[in-house]
């Protein structure tokens, strides 16, 4: 089983500030964050905030709304509109 060692690296000093409803940290571009990612947030005992990164689906990318499977199984074609469960197709 391998681990990977993460080192930390202080970015600077940064101030909560209020959009909306909301509360927001800045997050430098050196933090290598990209925008629409995706983070889990823990909030230890002692306040400490801990942000994951969470793994993108592919499925739910504005990309992949704008693909048209209609149009594309018209292309390719199917062998059965029906399951093939128990069948060999």
Known sequence: MSTKQHQSQT???FTVKRAGNALSLP???EAGVTEGQEYLLSVTEDG???YEP???NPWHTESIRKIDFAAMKKVIGVASE???QGKEI
Do not use: E, F, V
């Open 54 to 56: 969470q793994r993108m």
């Open 82 to 84: 029906h399951p093939s």
């Open 11 to 13: 970015l600077g000093s």
């Open 27 to 29: 997050i430098p571009a």
């Open 48 to 50: 400490t905030l801990r």
